[in-house]
């Protein structure tokens, strides 16, 4: 993550950073992704995920999304790293700032199905992230792998 700030522009009034949450599913060597339909990242590859209702616990948010996402069951694993997500208008100036919360999940049951905010939801090797042709949100490669790792060592 960078230290410096996400916009040489100021942000708009009012604007603090949110807190979501994102669920990594590393399942049979594969990682779960959806193609977002809404901001930021809109026609992106990302993580199932949103925001985290208040007086719900980051793990429970993560699940909760996975199944709203992709119709995918799954169990939270543990948190592991943390990520910016920035969303720009049209003249740089920082609309909304997202701090994403990665859980790793253990899949539990269901097929991937688009649901809610996404346009497509399918599995990908970890070396089909690295295909230029595939538009993937910001640290979705390097936040695979990670899962992947600890995964690999938790036999999830």
Same mark, same amino acid.
């Given at each position: 993550?960078?230290?410096?700030?996400?916009?040489?522009?100021?942000?708009?009034?009012?604007?603090?950073?949110?807190? %979501?949450?994102?669920? @990594?599913?590393?399942?049979?060597?594969?990682?779960?992704?959806?193609?977002?339909?809404?901001?930021?990242?809109?026609?992106?590859?990302?993580?199932?995920?949103?925001?985290?209702?208040?007086?719900?616990?980051?793990?429970?948010?993560?699940?909760?999304?996975?199944?709203?996402?992709?119709?995918?069951?799954?169990?939270?694993?543990? @948190?592991?790293?943390?990520?910016?997500?920035?969303?720009?208008? %049209?003249?740089?100036?920082?609309?909304?700032?997202?701090?994403? @919360?990665?859980?790793?999940?253990?899949?539990?049951?269901?097929?991937? @199905?688009?649901?809610?905010? %996404?346009?497509?939801?399918?599995?990908?090797?970890?070396?089909?992230?690295?295909?230029?042709?595939?538009?993937?949100?910001?640290?979705?490669?390097?936040?695979?792998?990670?899962?992947?790792?600890?995964?690999?060592?938790?036999?999830?």
């Amino acid at each position: 993550m960078s230290s410096h700030l996400a916009s040489a522009l100021p942000a708009e009034p009012g604007v603090r950073p949110v807190v %979501a949450t994102i669920a @990594v599913v590393y399942h049979e060597g594969r990682i779960l992704l959806v193609r977002r339909a809404n901001p930021p990242d809109a026609g992106f590859w990302g993580f199932p995920g949103g925001k985290i209702e208040l007086g719900e616990r980051i793990e429970d948010a993560a699940v909760r999304e996975l199944l709203e996402e992709t119709g995918v069951r799954g169990r939270p694993v543990r @948190v592991f790293t943390a990520v910016d997500a920035f969303d720009h208008d %049209a003249s740089g100036r920082l609309r909304r700032h997202f701090v994403l @919360v990665a859980v790793l999940c253990e899949w539990n049951s269901g097929t991937p @199905v688009a649901g809610d905010d %996404a346009l497509e939801a399918r599995w990908f090797r970890l070396d089909d992230l690295d295909d230029a042709g595939l538009s993937l949100s910001l640290d979705v490669a390097e936040v695979a792998r990670q899962a992947a790792f600890i995964a690999r060592r938790t036999a999830c």
